[in-house]
């Protein structure tokens, strides 16, 4: 392939010699200049390269050269324009990426020259000197030009070459990545949905299909019906899990409902957006995870403690209302202190069922009355001072006053007893505790911090959770039942108020809630 170009050019000299200058044509001299040329032709067609050295195949562009010489020494002046041929052997040979056959080519090309001159007895006349120092020099010039360009285009050739081979080394990862993704996806038994910017479905797992709510819910594109977690109210087309992840909104384990009656099941479903690398938004990714069997069961244990609490809280009463009858009798007087801490303990067995009724039920009875949360926050204050005396902590009250409100005095003394409480509790070593009340427009704002013990973020997680305690209280053997805080958030929030904390170890606990300002 390198030598047919430039055996098609001499065979289409020959064909113009014999047109313009048969003469020339008819010289044996020329003739055997061209016999040379197919000779070599001819042998570029046998031999089998491939077999001998790399460096075996220079011979023939250095025998061109040659050939080229006496192809126009023989054509005469009239084809002294013939030495252009010698760019074909002179770029073959230049080519490579070995800098000694850009000598050789130069070489090559003064050999065109002299060869031929002393072959044929021709005297030295001043064309041949040009020839000999100039022809060299320009052949030399395009011999680096294509060397350094060769070079340049072989380089860039290994580059794609490289590029190429990570290119298919990443692609083969990626098809790696994506059986694993796909056998993660069919493996699990969290529905997953995937959509587009728009809320259009790109990928679901086998088991979001394969569940025939969810399926619904997916299919139809929000025609199918989901409820909130009161499992009557509809969640409108434009509030579905998909639509809201693809606007960009992320949530976690929000409940949702499907399907109807009886049929009805539950899921936790968590949803965040999916981004290019530019920060764009490029759809969303939605999970399904069924939580109807995990929802039963919370219910059949609320329901049970419900019942057992009830059962309780009828002999208690009466326990306590014998105590009173015998205390109110006379002759007694020797055991009255015996009594009266029967007494006191059973009411607090009695509190503690009420709690827990409350808790399972997640609804208080409340007698709202109006109030003045100041004066609650300082009785509950005076009511705990001799404990965090005894715990030495110096229990602070920040308070304005007047704070009035409609609340149930009763609870809301119960909320901030068990929140000073839990205070001192994880306030081994001391410190200050400090309960402040606020009004901040329509909303009355109080908090209770302390400088104890803290909590880890997935303490503060499950803090409302009830029953819970952390790993600390249990190590240290603090007291409690782990209902505190969740009977707290039920009284607040049937206030229609809200509550919260804030908490880092070893820093410390600050516990806010809000109730409705009274608006008089």
Known sequence: MSQLPLSVTLFLVAIAAAIFSPATLADDGFRIALLAHVTLFGLCLAVPWGRLHPEAFTLIPVLDCVAIGFTRQAGGPSFNVLSLLLV???VWLSVSRHRHRVVLAVLATVLSTVVPAAALGSDPAQGSVIRTIFLPLVMAAIAVTAHVLAGALYRQRMTLIRKDRDLAATLAESVQRQRLLDAVLSTVDVGVWVVDEVGQEVLTNRALRTDPSLARVASAGGSAKLFHGDRTTPVPADAFPAVRASRGESFTHELYWTGEDSEQRAYSVSGGAIRSLAGIRAGAVVTFADVTTLINALAAKDNFVATVSHELRTPLTSILGYLELVLDEPGHEDIAAELRIVERNAGHLLGLVNDLIAVASENVELVLQDTDLADLLAAAVAANQARADLSGVALVLDAEEPLPARVDPARIRQV?????????????????????????????????????????????????????RSARSRDTAIPGAGLGLPISKT??????GSIGLISAPGEGTTVTFTLPADPR
């Open 88 to 90: 074909f052997p002179v």
């Open 491 to 496: 009284i607040i929030e049937g206030h229609g």
């Open 416 to 468: 901030v007893g068990n929140l000073i409480s839990n205070a001192v509790k994880y306030s081994p070593d001391g410190g200050q505790i400090t309960a402040r009340a606020r009004r901040n427009g329509e909303e009355l704002v109080c908090s209770i911090t302390d400088t104890g013990v803290g909590m880890t973020e997935e303490d503060q997680e499950q803090a409302f959770t009830k029953f819970f």
